[in-house]
């Protein structure tokens, strides 16, 4: 869909609610990229001269060449929190704010976390396949037994906005919580969670959770020496960015029974190949990037990114901005 005028054009990668794309309308003229798959990079690139504004998605990576492209960008809003799909000291260079969706998809990740955990633990998704397998003859005293998360210790990695989240819920389940991160929160004890260092809380966790961002940090920060550091009755869960965890790493150590097992949310790469060797294992849980897959949160999430790029097309400040450096008083 392509109707323009001499307002200030916007780029869309992907089908957004409607009353979202309305909102945006009321401001500039759009350009959809309608399909249900990620725009084509060659798409991006040909349609991103002229544009002022950008609405993107995790899938759309934005590096040098797009903003060479887009050279005409005054504000790019991506309809995520996690922005590491954007280089954004080459935006923040350019003096392109960048938006992103914190705060609304808290809750809804921090949910997924806690299925995450509870469908490993209980090896809920391998007892459905199962039964659906026609394999259930009778109760059985040892069949599918799995490990408890009452009363378990459960080992937080990125006590941000999410992981402060999950730790809430953990409390339900009078969970012993540790939390690492570069430095001490002070809401911690608010929440009963002990701050301790990485090794410490690879060594002490039945529960691994990550919640920190992907970045030039934590890309690969569990490893084959970090796993060989969790206990070998732990389960590892990651609802971060998979680039978090070395994959391979984590397919020997679950394969050499290492680790018990592991609930995943993301991998690397997303899609995961339907060869993937995790896909085979029963002690793993994959789920294909559904952290914030609610209607509701969606749908948040669509707003708040309209939001951003509403504001960024006024030349005021993001309502969220990824990039603070971009404005001058910073
Ligand atoms: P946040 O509030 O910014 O929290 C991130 C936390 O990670 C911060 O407390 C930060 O503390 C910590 N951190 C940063 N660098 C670290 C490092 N090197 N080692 C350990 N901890 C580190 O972010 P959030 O809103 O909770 O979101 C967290 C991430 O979840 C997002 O970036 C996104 O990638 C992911 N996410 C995934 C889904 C999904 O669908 N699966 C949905 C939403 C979000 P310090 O700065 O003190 O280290």
Redesign the pocket.
Known sequence: MASESSQATVLVTRRVPRAVLDAIARHATLRIWEGDNPIPRETLLEWLPGCAGLYCMLTDRIDPEVLDAGSSLRVISQMA??V?NIDLSACTARGIPVGNT?GV??ET?ADLALALILATLRRVIESAAFIKAGQWVTWRPMELVGRDLHHSTVGI???????KAVAKRLRGFDCHILY????PDPDAARLGAAYVDLPTLLASSDVVTL?????V??RG?IGARELAQMRQEAILVN???GPVIDQAALVEALAAGRIAGAGL??TDPEPIPSDSPLLSMPQVVVLP?I??ATIATRTKMAELAADNLIAGLAGKRLPHLANPAVYPEA
């Open positions: 929190v996690g590491d914190p998809l808290t990740t990695i990125g006590f941000g906005r999410i992981g690492t991160q570069r430095s919640h920190c961002p992907l970045t940090e934590t920060l609802t971060s960015r949310d993301v990037h952290g914030s």
